[in-house]
T-cell receptor, first 110, second 112 residues
Framework: EDQVTQSPEALRLQEGESSSLNCSYTVSGLRGLFWYRQDPGKGPEFLFTLYSAGEEKEKERLKATLTKKESFLHITAPKPEDSATYLC???????????FGTGTLLAVQP | DGGITQSPKYLFRKEGQNVTLSCEQNLNHDAMYWYRQDPGQGLRLIYY???????QKGDIAEGYSVSREKKESFPLTVTSAQKNPTAFYLC???????????FGAGTRLSVL
């Protein structure tokens, strides 16, 4: 069964304290892995898409990496405005559907 | 501005009532999706449509119905058969050149 698991469920950081979020997946064939950011009461905002193991993408304080079994979202020197829920999703080959993890709730305290 | 518009932002349903959630996009995307989000759960796919006049059931289609008469529009009806409709509903669309799903701002449905 295709599955996406995110950890931890919640993470509290001090401003400037770097850390990583994990997204592990088991799928029959990976077409792409997606990271989204979701603020309370709003729709998910697209961050990155990764297609093959070894690929990396960066945007400001965020960096996403991909292996054959998992993806990491590294947050360097986070700021309070980085507080949000981060969602990971995978697209399985031969489908146009995404399978989502349950998300990591990140809180960055000043 | 190009984007996806969901309306209303908040919706209340009475017992036995059908309600319809609107989703409109001006991104010229072919594919559109409806998801349901509950606390502590990932987004779950209700219905999706890859082309006008065609749509497929997702993982939790029971109690819901959709139509796709225009490329820009993909309304979702929550019928009285859906016994637990309280949730946050998200619409998304996806283009052909980039397989990225973009989301609207969501509709929060509650039961009176």
């Amino acid at each position: 069964e295709d599955q996406v698991t995110q950890s931890p469920e919640a993470l509290r950081l001090q401003e400037g304290e770097s850390s990583s979020l994990n997204c592990s997946y088991t799928v029959s064939g990976l077409r792409g892995l997606f990271w989204y950011r979701q603020d309370p009461g709003k729709g998910p905002e697209f961050l990155f898409t990764l297609y093959s193991a070894g690929e990396e993408k960066e945007k400001e304080r965020l960096k996403a990496t991909l292996t054959k079994k998992e993806s990491f979202l590294h947050i360097t020197a986070p700021k309070p405005e980085d507080s949000a829920t981060y969602l990971c999703a995978v697209e399985v080959e031969a489908t146009n559907k995404l399978i989502f993890g349950t998300g990591t709730l990140l809180a960055v305290q000043p | 501005d190009g984007g996806i518009t969901q309306s209303p932002k908040y919706l209340f349903r009475k017992e036995g009532q059908n309600v319809t959630l609107s989703c409109e996009q001006n991104l010229n995307h072919d594919a559109m999706y409806w998801y349901r989000q509950d606390p502590g759960q990932g987004l779950r796919l209700i219905y999706y449509s890859q082309i006008v006049n065609d749509f497929q059931k997702g993982d939790i289609a029971e109690g819901y119905s959709v139509s796709r008469e225009k490329k820009e529009s993909f309304p979702l009806t929550v019928t009285s058969a859906q016994k637990n409709p309280t949730a946050f509903y998200l619409c998304a669309s996806r283009g052909v050149t980039k397989n990225i799903q973009y989301f609207g701002a969501g509709t929060r449905l509650s039961v009176l």
